[in-house]
């Protein structure tokens, strides 16, 4: 069955992106110190950058997905939305 996806909600959009780009950071922020660990300048700024690293890319994310979401509605209304197949599912056998 073919459907169409014609609008998306940003805040809804920004506030998932925001979550992902926020797990993401979480990821790279150990390797960021590991590198702020081993850099000659031995400053704290390393350290509180790789603490800040999950606020900003999620923060960053929130922002960027609402405006892509909005970009995307627009875009929809001229286009008609992408086009994509779905199926119900059928539960594993007991």
Avoid at 63 to 81: P, R
């Amino acid at each position: 069955m073919k459907k169409q996806l014609t609008y998306i909600t940003p805040v809804r959009a920004g506030i998932v992106l925001g979550v992902l780009y926020a797990f993401i950071a979480l990821i790279i922020a150990p390797f960021a110190l590991l590198v702020a660990l081993f850099a000659k300048d031995a400053s704290g700024s390393h350290v509180v950058f790789a603490v800040f690293l999950p606020v900003v890319y999620g923060f960053g994310g929130f922002i960027g997905g609402m405006i892509v979401a909005a970009m995307y509605n627009l875009v929809a209304k001229w286009t008609g939305g992408i086009e994509f197949e779905v199926r119900d599912a059928i539960p594993p056998a007991a």
